[in-house]
């Protein structure tokens, strides 16, 4: 990547640096989410979770949908499911607009598990946060809102659902 010569531009070292601190920020995040993952529910695994957060922003995905939002085969899509289904945690369904067609959708055991894993991992950020002095995490707080504005200029809305965002949210 070129460092940019407009002026308030990163220039190469500064920018470097400020990428190499989103990456170490990203790994702290990435580890939080997988040790509450972990501390939750043994055996549904970072691909699951993910499953499942897809499916809840969702009124029913068929496996098309899953597979394309996940970034993987069908079939892959279809065993992910398969042990959701197994776990209780989401249900086949006939297809809205096709009954040819199956979609996947949350059980309550689903929804109770995705919310109580949002819970652990939003007080595990709480934690962590509240050791920040306040103007910091006011600070830290816009900076990351404006990141997030970025990201959604920057990619394109197949690549938010596929982290489970809803376009336009």
């Avoid at 776990?87 to 919310?115: C, F, I, K, Q, W």
């Avoid at 949002?118 to 707080?141: D, F, K, N, S, Y």
């Avoid at 920057?154 to 982290?163: G, V």
Wanted: hydrophobic share 45%; with cysteine; glycine share 8%.
């Amino acid at each position: 990547m070129k460092a940019m010569a407009s002026s308030g531009s990163p220039q190469r070292p500064a920018f470097e640096a400020q990428v190499d601190s989103l990456m170490t920020a990203s790994r702290v995040l990435v580890a939080l989410s997988v040790r509450t993952l972990g501390s939750v529910r043994p055996g549904v695994t970072p691909v699951q979770l993910r499953a499942l957060a897809l499916v809840s922003g969702s009124t029913g995905l068929t496996m098309t949908e899953l597979a394309d939002a996940l970034g993987v085969h069908p079939s892959n899509a279809t065993r992910v499911c398969d042990r959701l289904v197994g776990l209780g945690l989401v249900r086949r369904r006939e297809h809205r607009d096709n009954r040819r067609m199956l979609s996947v959708e949350l059980t309550p055991d689903g929804e109770r598990l995705l919310a109580h894993i949002m819970t652990v991992r939003r007080h595990a950020l709480a934690e962590i946060l509240a050791t920040l002095p306040g103007p910091r995490r006011a600070q830290l707080a816009d900076e990351l809102s404006a990141f997030v504005t970025a990201a959604h200029a920057a990619l394109p809305d197949s690549d938010l659902t596929a982290l489970g965002w809803a376009p336009g949210t």
